[in-house]
């Protein structure tokens, strides 16, 4: 089952009675011991109706949990057990739902739990509201302002240690979903005598109590202020700490919260800066100097705390100085200057104190709203929640009190007008039978203090404004004569003789019997309470500090805006402004909280009877409750009523025509409500029993469930049929989609299995068709392979003897024969040249021709030769012959032969025929010259050569003089025996004589010439020619002897050293030895 449908109700588990009203018997008794019973249990919310009794437990209870906000989230007054909650979350819903502003009036003496309170209702609806990013920084901005106004605004008291000492109202504003938009807070009055002087057992502010715990040492040094409190007169120190609160850790959430509502740094060092100047203000002391006019001139004593303000507020010290000891006076253009005593100057000293503080402390306010104000211009629902001051009675009670008790006044006022009076005006307004309750009506205690013309305020007014002395005395004189008759007025000196004896009551005092009790108020500082008056000396010094903030805290100060009006008086302005509060909460839907405190000692667990009753009798809750109880709990017009619950009834749904009332009487006849539960008024009917409305509202639910549940059926059916039809069409297209598809498919199955069949089976006759075919082949391949075997065997049997005979001999010889021709043609193709010294032959083709190649070779060589011989002439033939005579003779045999082979024989080498110096020997010689040369004939004696004519004929050899032509010697070619030659390339000759001949005589000759060869050669020829003499022997050895005369010398050739050069030498070594060197070639 969800949350929302369990039943429960506000009777539920009850501790004594939830609700007042239900309450029986009826007797402050009964009240008060219901009230203990449930504060005993821990219950410390009762209601009274739709008010919410707060008895201040003193201690924190587990009932503020986010498990709880939920519990009480969207749930009816009724519904869970009494809670705080329940009446935020009311007033919340309300101003959400039905758009009605809301104001939630907190009221009870000091220390009942207003604060306390006020912050639980600003959470819940923190909590229950939208959410966001930007929501929820509004939130976290409004619920932070609380401990900032709290650190300048509270103050530890006798009655309560976190005492409100201004008051304040708190507009929340929404935007129409219900999401927080901003906020506006105005506050009322504070209680600035208290900066400068405390009663005994109380505090000065918070704040400065906590920047001196909690501010760094750093922080402390630069605001020059020193961690002790007993250094500052302003502070008691009598209860300079409070029990259970750490100021230090105070100081950090006020910083932070400060963070959080937008404080700029240098606006929170400015704001501390303030702070350090009221203390080292109250540090400021003075003594007498006397003047020569006889009057005394304050000074101030110790400078020391003065300049160090100075320098804080960036204040000029004489300047400040001046404004301590003299005072200007301007009236009608003329400014007189006047000293001030002592006791002038610590006033002044005290009023500036309490000007800088409390003027700091609006200035706050102000600058918090600047913060919170929403952003948006569009029209706004308003949640006012009121905390202010409690109704307070001291020993010792002044303006302040006088103030704080007067706005007291004027809410029990407020809450009387709304609950009681009005509420029972209504009744005999719309005509509903009624008896009527007894209840005390605050209106003329208010009236005493408020009125025009002779209220206390207006009297204390007209005293300050009145020229000539005024004194407290004199004002305390006028209200003696004024108020004298007044009822809730006492003084020992009024004309009502009644009080004269009344020791209780001092000569300096006056008493006001108020709705919560009797105060006794000391005229003393009422008048200038009330005139609230600072030098105007001190506001111009303020203003010429160089200090933003003091600056514009003392607009007055400026000398352009001097006004010499009279300030407004304090008196006066906190009356017109509790008057606009006032009116404003009365366009409101009011919510009440009624705090009461249950003991005097702050303490948890005790409950002091007297001191509730006392509460409970002048809240008038009693009156509350007995009006309650005879009246109507709900009232509502007939037509918005019978728009609301038209519905439950069929005659009245959907429409009526006719008069509302009509419809209403209808409609609560068929619900069939209790006849004693209603009453018809003229405009309104009245239900006496929440119980019943809720009876409506549930019905009303119920109904509207129904009808949720029929247009919600309705609305299915419809979306279910488009749905349904929707579906149909598109089913109807897929289908056929889906059909064409199937066929296709299906189509397309047969078709490729069609296309399958068919190709096995044209597969299967080809194959077939293939077997029987390759079958008919092969068979016809068989016969023609069996056939031709056949023939083949017949053939060769026929044929076999005409192949055996011959046929291999002939096949080789056709063979060879053609390989012969082959090589003929090839080699007919590839014949070398005609010359003999050709050495080239083509290579042979087969191995088996290579002598036949060879000899190929050979034969056509010699023809060759054959063929180039045939073609010389006889001259060409003889010379040839000649060559190969010669190298028969030399060949191998002489180095010098090779050199000679290429060298033709000319024979004649001297032109001897043609040559006129020859002529003579040419002619002394009778055969034809068969060789003619130069050559050298070696000397015997040392070998050194001269030169001869060589010539030789068929029959004899000559050797001429080569210049002369003289013939030196002849010899016949018979007489020659043989020729001596070396085996080296030299060209010498020995011509050896036979001995015993003629030309033997001289010796052999020793010749030398390069044509040895042709020389040696043609003298050879020569005897083979002839038949007549032998052929001449050839020696050839490299030694050899020769007939010198009678001596035989040896001729040796030995191989040349360089020293001998490139030339043969010949040296004559002995008689014996003829030493020819030839180089080697
Ligand atoms: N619901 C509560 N639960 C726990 N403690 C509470 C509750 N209400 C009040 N208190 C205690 O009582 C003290 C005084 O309450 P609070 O400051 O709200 O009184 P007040 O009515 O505002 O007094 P004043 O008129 O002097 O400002 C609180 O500091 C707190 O200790
Ligand atoms: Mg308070």
């Not at 308003?382 to 009670?397: A, C, K, Q, S, T």
Request: overall charge positive; aromatic content about 10%.
């Amino acid at each position: 089952m969800s949350k929302m449908e369990v039943k429960t109700s506000l009777l539920d588990n009850m501790i004594g009675v939830g609700d007042m009203v239900l309450i029986e018997p009826l007797s402050e008794d009964t009240f008060i011991e219901n009230l203990r019973k449930r504060f005993e249990h821990n219950e410390i919310y009762t209601y009274i109706g739709s008010v919410v009794i707060s008895m201040n437990p003193y201690k924190s209870l587990p009932i503020y949990t986010a498990e709880k906000v939920e519990e009480y989230r969207n749930r009816n007054f009724y519904e869970l057990s009494p809670h705080i909650y329940a009446l935020a979350d009311e007033a919340y819903r309300s101003l959400r739902d039905q758009d009605k502003d809301q104001c939630i009036l907190i009221t009870g003496e000091s220390g009942a739990g207003k604060t306390e309170a006020s912050k639980f209702v600003m959470s819940y609806v923190a909590a229950v509201c939208g959410k966001g990013q930007e929501v929820n920084k509004v939130k976290e901005q409004l619920l932070q302002s609380n401990p900032v106004l709290e650190a300048f605004g509270n103050a530890k008291t006798v009655r309560n240690d976190n005492s409100s000492r201004f008051g304040k109202y708190m507009d929340i504003e929404f935007d129409f979903k219900g999401d927080p938009l901003g906020g506006v807070i105005s506050n009322y009055l504070l209680e600035k005598s208290r900066v400068v002087k405390q009663p005994r057992g109380e505090r000065n502010f918070h704040i400065f109590y906590q920047l001196l715990s909690g501010a760094s040492d750093d922080t402390l040094k630069k605001l020059k202020l020193d961690r002790d409190f007993s250094k500052y007169n302003y502070l008691s120190l009598d209860s300079a700490t409070v029990n259970g609160l750490d100021d230090a850790a105070c100081f950090r959430t006020v910083r932070n919260a400060m963070q959080i509502v937008g404080f700029m740094e240098d606006e929170v060092q400015s704001v501390l800066e303030l702070v350090a100047a009221v203390l080292k203000l109250g540090n400021l002391e003075f003594k007498p100097e006397s003047r020569c006019n006889g009057f005394d001139e304050s000074r101030i004593k110790d400078k020391n705390d003065l300049k160090e303000m100075c320098e804080l507020l960036g204040i000029e010290q004489s300047v400040l100085e001046r404004a301590f000891s003299f005072r200007t006076v301007e009236a009608k253009m003329e400014k007189v200057s006047t000293t001030l005593n002592v006791a002038q100057a610590y006033y002044a000293r005290d009023a500036l104190a309490k000007n800088l503080y409390s003027r700091l402390f609006s200035w706050l306010v102000n600058r918090i709203n600047e913060s919170i104000k929403a952003q948006t211009k569009s029209r706004k629902k308003v949640m006012g929640v009121l905390d202010i001051y409690g109704f307070e009675i001291f020993e010792d009670n002044s303006f302040e009190q006088f103030i704080i008790n007067y706005c007291n006044e004027k809410l029990q006022q407020i809450f009387i007008e709304l609950t009681l009076r009005e509420e029972q005006e209504e009744y005999i307004r719309e005509g509903i039978e009624w008896t009527n309750i007894e209840y005390f009506n605050n209106a003329i205690i208010c009236d005493l203090i408020e009125n025009n013309k002779n209220g206390i305020l207006a009297m204390l007014d007209e005293e300050c404004l009145r020229p000539g002395t005024v004194t407290d005395e004199t004002f305390l004189d006028k209200l003696n004569t004024v108020c004298a008759e007044h009822q809730h007025f006492e003084s020992r000196q009024s004309k009502n003789s009644k009080f004269l004896t009344d020791h209780s009551l001092p000569h300096n005092c006056f008493r006001i019997q108020h709705y919560a009790g009797k105060v006794l108020y000391r005229v003393e500082g009422f008048v200038d309470k009330n005139n609230d008056l600072l030098y105007r000396d001190l506001s111009q010094a303020m203003y010429k500090a160089n200090h933003s903030l003091i600056k514009i805290l003392f607009p007055e100060g400026n000398p352009a805006k001097v006004n010499l009006k009279r300030p407004l008086t304090a008196g006066f302005q906190f009356r017109a402004s509790v008057g606009t509060l006032m009116k404003n909460l009365l366009t409101k839907n009011p919510n009440y909280i009624r705090c009461i405190k249950p003991n005097d000692k702050k303490a948890a667990h005790i409950f002091t009877d007297s001191l509730v009753c006392h509460q409970v009798r002048y809240l008038g809750l009693m009156e509350n409750v007995r009006v309650r109880r005879a009246g109507y709990a709900f009232r509502q017009a007939y037509e918005p009523c019978l728009e609301r619950y038209k519905m439950l009834c069929k005659q009245t749904w959907p429409h009526w025509k006719g008069p509302a009332r009509e419809g209403v009487e209808v409609l609560l006849k068929n619900l069939q409500v209790a006849a004693e539960e209603f009453a018809y008024g003229r405009s309104k009917i009245f239900i006496r029993n929440p119980r019943t409305l809720f009876f409506l509202e549930e019905k009303r639910r119920q109904c509207l469930e129904d009808l949720a549940t029929l247009i919600q059926k309705i609305y299915r059916g419809w979306k279910c049929r488009t749905h349904f039809l929707l579906l149909k069409k598109s089913q109807v297209v897929v289908a056929a989609w889906y059909r064409r598809f199937a066929q296709q498919k299906k189509y397309q199955n047969i078709r490729s299995s069609a296309l399958v069949v068919q190709s096995y089976i044209r597969g299967w006759k080809a194959r077939k068709l293939l077997r029987e075919l390759k079958h008919k082949k092969r068979c016809e391949e068989a016969v023609t392979t069996i056939s031709a075997y056949w023939h083949g065997t017949q053939v060769r049997r026929e044929y076999r003897k005409f192949f055996r005979a011959n046929a291999g001999k002939k096949i080789y010889d056709f063979t060879i024969q053609r390989i012969m021709q082959k090589y003929f043609m090839g080699l007919k193709k590839t014949m070398p040249s005609m010359s003999p010294v050709d050495k080239s032959w083509p290579a042979r083709p087969y191995g088996f021709l290579d002598g036949m190649h060879q000899e190929l070779r050979r034969i056509f060589h010699l023809w060759r030769c054959k063929k180039y011989r045939s073609q010389f002439t006889e001259e060409k033939k003889a010379t040839y012959e000649e060559k190969l005579a010669a190298s028969e003779l030399f060949k191998d045999k002489k180095a010098l032969y090779p050199s000679s082979v290429g060298q033709p024989f000319k024979g004649d080498y001297v032109e001897i025929t043609k040559n006129p110096k020859y002529q003579k020997l040419n002619s002394l010689v009778e055969d034809k010259v068969l060789l003619a040369d130069v050559v050298s004939k070696i000397n015997r004696a040392n070998g050194k050569g001269a030169p001869r004519i060589f010539l030789l004929t068929k029959k004899s050899l000559v050797l001429a003089d080569q210049k002369t032509g003289q013939v030196k010697a002849s010899v016949p070619l018979l007489d020659l025996s043989s020729v001596s030659v070396s085996t080296q390339s030299d060209g010498f000759f020995a011509l050896k004589l036979k001995e015993g001949s003629t030309s033997a005589a001289k010796g052999d000759f020793l010749l030398s010439s390069d044509r040895l060869i042709e020389i040696i050669t043609k003298l050879h020829r020569i005897g083979a020619a002839s038949a007549e003499r032998n052929q001449i022997n050839i020696d050839i050895s490299d030694e050899f002897l020769v007939q010198f005369k009678q001596d035989k010398v040896c001729v040796k050739f030995i191989p040349g050293t360089p020293k001998n050069g490139n030339g043969v030498a010949c040296k004559r070594k002995n008689n014996r030895l003829l030493e020819v060197s030839v180089p080697s070639p």
